[in-house]
């Protein structure tokens, strides 16, 4: 098994990162899991916007600002929190200040990853990829990324701009997105699941390892609030006694 991934052709990244969005009730011990994965070696942080109503990207910040040099930290926008009139909001303009907001909290002049969080279905995905598209000319956004989409949708994103990864919900027992799973492996199109480790029915080591054994794009991003269960799932990567 490779342990790192080209992501975009451009960023190397070992292969299990983290996902953000459970240290938002404990901005203390959020900030501890986040030194510990750096401490560990992980060089992915998957976050959004709606993680924590941005609470998420500022416990980033606040716990490992300035950053090192090979971590590369990836967000999402086109969703809203509950507030907001539109749950989904693939507007340009929209996007635009949803990056900006982004930017701001995570102390970043340009994102490594961006991804349209889900497809708004009241806007054209060539619109909403399109905006995404502007914001990288213009230096706000180095690769981009889309969440939550199917076959189809990940074509027509394509017809636009290079997509860099999708990120859907695939574990051991939900693999209905095996078809765009085998479309990125054909392309080298980094796929990050979400909920990797599914039903916990094995450990979660087995359950991750499971995922990078089955495709050399697999970027797994398991998210916690503990430390101790983020050196669980770090064993399916590295010697148990690096976590003693």
């Not at 490779?2 to 953000?20: D, I, K, Q, Y």
């Not at 959020?30 to 941005?54: C, K, M």
């Not at 907001?84 to 990056?99: F, K, N, T, W």
């Amino acid at each position: 098994m490779n342990p790192t991934f080209l992501l975009g052709g451009e960023l190397e990244v070992r292969r299990l990162g983290f996902g953000a969005m459970r240290i938002v009730n404990d901005r203390e011990e959020g900030a501890r899991v986040l030194r510990r994965a750096i401490e560990l070696g992980v060089t992915l942080i998957d976050t959004a916007n709606i993680y924590g109503a941005g609470v998420s990207e500022e416990v980033i910040a606040e716990a490992l600002y300035p950053y090192p040099d090979d971590l590369v930290i990836t967000t999402k926008g086109g969703l809203g929190w509950g507030l907001q009139d539109r749950i989904r909001d693939g507007r340009p303009e929209h996007l635009r200040e949803a990056l900006d907001a982004s930017l701001r909290r995570l102390r970043l002049e340009r994102i490594d990853l961006y991804q349209l969080h889900r497809h708004d279905p009241e806007v054209p995905i060539e619109e909403s990829i399109g905006a995404l598209e502007e914001l990288r000319k213009e230096g706000k956004i180095r690769l981009i990324g889309v969440s939550n989409f199917s076959l189809d949708q990940l074509r027509v994103a394509q017809s636009v701009t290079k997509i860099s990864s999708v990120q859907n919900q695939y574990n051991r027992g939900l693999l209905v997105s095996d078809e765009v799973l085998n479309a990125c492996e054909a392309e080298g199109i980094a796929f990050m699941p979400w909920s990797p480790l599914g039903e916990g029915l094995r450990d979660s080591a087995y359950e991750l390892r499971w995922l990078l054994d089955r495709s050399p794009v697999m970027l797994p991003i398991p998210g916690t609030s503990s430390v101790a269960h983020f050196e669980e799932n770090m064993l399916a990567v590295v010697d148990e006694r690096a976590v003693a």
